[in-house]
């Protein structure tokens, strides 16, 4: 069974930019998850979504936003980059509908705002 | 809000010995879930172990093994005869169960494995 995919893997942007991730989850997942990883902040949640649905989000601002499709890939996107965007953002998908599931990641995309 | 904490920024080990990383976390929930992920220089993520706050015996997968302290909220890691191929970020994560989907991470342990 093929893993997380994440398109693209890396990604140069300049301020003031948006930019849209995206992520296939393993077939048959259903919750796909999104993180951002820094080197100061560490692994921090960014949203949750769930058959179409955000179902939990972290503390990002509303620059930060995703949405789900019907076949569960998800994208997120991120409106008026900031040199603080840059970051290696993963997602990662779950076979379990309700809390405690194993997630599964993707490789990441690695994110560069000049 | 629940926190994690991992202590010990950078460990080193002997291939073949055994070597335990710490985590503690804080939360007042009585049901949650503990997780061990493992990331190798190569960044994909990837499940060592996981375990269920409700069950007092601690979870194993062949050479690696949780102490897991309801009452001291701790979650050690041991990693018993470690091998070359151990060598990445560990990091202990927290998901209580009534909030999907996510993870809480600690800042990670970076540990080495020498020959």
């Known amino acids: 069974k093929a893993g997380v995919t994440q398109t693209p893997r890396y990604l140069i942007k300049t301020r003031g930019q948006q930019v849209t991730l995206s992520c296939s989850p393993i077939?048959?997942?259903?919750?796909v998850s999104w993180y951002q990883q820094t080197p100061g902040q560490g692994l921090q949640f960014l949203f949750e979504y769930f058959s179409e649905t955000q179902r939990n989000k972290g503390n990002f601002p509303g620059r930060f936003s995703g949405r789900q499709f019907s076949n569960s890939r998800s994208e997120m996107n991120v409106s008026t980059l900031e040199l603080g965007d840059s970051a290696l953002y993963l997602c990662a998908s779950s076979l379990w509908t309700s809390g405690g599931g194993e997630q599964f990641f993707g490789p990441g995309t690695r994110l560069t705002v000049l | 809000a629940q926190t994690v904490t991992q202590s010990q920024p950078e460990m080193s080990v002997q291939e073949a010995e055994t070597v335990t990383l710490s985590c503690t976390y804080d939360t007042s929930e009585n049901n949650y879930y503990l997780f061990w992920y493992k990331q190798p220089p190569s960044r994909q993520m990837i499940l060592v172990i996981r375990q269920e706050a409700y069950k007092q015996q601690n979870a194993t997968e062949n050479r690696f093994s949780v102490n897991f302290q309801k009452a001291a909220k701790s979650f050690s890691l041991k990693i018993s005869d470690s091998q070359l191929g151990d060598t990445a970020m560990y990091f202990c994560a927290f998901m209580s169960s009534g909030n999907t989907g996510k993870l809480i991470f600690g800042q990670g342990t970076t540990l080495q494995v020498k020959p």
């Open positions: 077939s048959g997942h259903r919750s």
